[in-house]
């Protein structure tokens, strides 16, 4: 089977085209970089309309189209979570193209695309996952035929609570890389220099950042040197995933976990993590780049999988969800429905 995945919650036109026979994806992908401040919804929205038809394009026509009549058995298309502006954009073309095609069309959870992609590279059965994205931050694990919150930031996602310290710094976006590099220049951690005291809130299993962002402002306004505060701030919000991640593997017995999001392209991050996962025994898995941003990669990877499971939408009913949880996913493409 051969599915068109196509992605665009807030940031990244993207097309792909899952070949399930040879296990191949082939992505291509058209970012949008606004000019200044965040992501502005209007102009994505734009940018999806140009961007989209283009991606779209350049994937099937590098499409080896023997076997079916035009090489895609079926649609998928992100419904959500993401920006409203963009993803009925996303909704429309994808309706357009089932329509055109006659083929089925896959209203795929862009979250539990996150994971899936990881479980389908990694191989893992059961694994708890940990969305380190740019608007989300989550743990998820599975019970009984749903992906279940296991605990998720109580306000902003991991990627924007970085872009907003970025934003006030005057650093154009997205912040997350910049953060990262200027974190290797500090003293602390490697020369004996100390970490800036930010705030550290896990209350449960959920956690907050918008303190510390706040706080890594200030610090920046006191004239603290700018790599100092960026070391800080990552050891502080990975730190805070480490611990949720690590109490998500013991509350659920799972000796499995991938990370995903874009925010996952973190080497620091993954580090923390990898060394938490060895600590305990268990498994660690990280997509590569390309599949932990936003890509529509991991659309067309699990578009297949729920179309060969029957999960596929009618026009009349394939809305976009710009708050779709990943909890409200009947999950109909496992084996192991009741694990
Ligand atoms: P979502 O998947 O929740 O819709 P999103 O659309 O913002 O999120 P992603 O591609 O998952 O998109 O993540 C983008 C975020 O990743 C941005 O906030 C960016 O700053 C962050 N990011 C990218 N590279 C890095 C990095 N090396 N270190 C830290 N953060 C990073």
Redesign the pocket.
């Known amino acids: 089977m051969r599915v068109l995945g196509i992605e665009g ?4 036109a993207s097309a792909a085209l899952h070949d399930t026979g040879t296990d191949t994806t082939r992505i291509e992908s058209n970012p949008y970089e606004p000019e200044s401040g965040g992501i502005h919804p209007r102009e994505a929205a734009e940018h999806m309309a140009d961007a989209i038809p283009e991606v779209v394009d350049t994937v099937l026509s590098g499409a080896d189209v023997e076997g079916s009549e035009h090489g895609v058995d079926a649609v998928a298309f992100s419904r959500g ?2 920006l409203g502006p963009c993803l009925r954009v996303v909704g429309t073309a994808a309706r357009a193209l089932a329509g055109t095609l006659d083929v089925p069309l896959v209203g795929v959870n ?1 979250m539990v695309a ?1 994971l899936e992609v990881g479980r389908h590279q990694s191989g893992f059965e059961n694994p708890v996952c940990l969305n380190a ?4 931050a989550h743990l998820l694990g599975y019970h009984d035929g749903r992906y279940r919150v296991l605990g998720e930031t109580m306000d902003a ?1 991991v ?2 609570a ?2 907003k310290f970025t934003r006030h710094v005057g650093w154009s976006h ?4 910049k ?2 590099s200027a974190a290797a220049e500090a003293t602390a951690g490697t020369d004996g220099g100390d970490l800036l005291d930010l705030p550290y809130v896990v209350k449960g299993m959920d956690f907050s950042f918008s303190g510390i962002s706040s706080a890594a402002n200030d610090a920046y306004d006191d004239g603290e040197p700018i790599e100092e505060i960026c070391f800080s701030l990552q050891e502080h919000v990975f730190g805070t995933l480490v611990e949720v991640s690590e109490r998500a593997l013991s509350l659920t017995g799972a000796d499995e976990l991938v990370l995903g ?3 996952g ?2 080497d620091r991050l993954r580090e923390m993590l990898e060394t938490m996962c060895d600590s305990r025994g268990a498994s660690f898995y990280a997509p590569d780049p390309p599949y932990l ?2 890509n529509a990669g991991m659309i067309a990877i699990l578009g297949a999988k729920m179309a060969a499971a029957g999960d596929t939408l009618r026009i009349a009913e394939s809305s976009i969800d710009p708050n779709f949880r990943p909890d409200d996913v009947p999950v109909t493409w496992r084996d192991d429905t009741s694990s």
């Open positions: 919650t807030a940031w990244c979570p993401g862009h996150h994205s740019g608007a989300n996602g990627g924007n970085i872009d997205p912040g997350g890389p953060v990262e999001g874009g925010v392209q973190n941003r936003d």
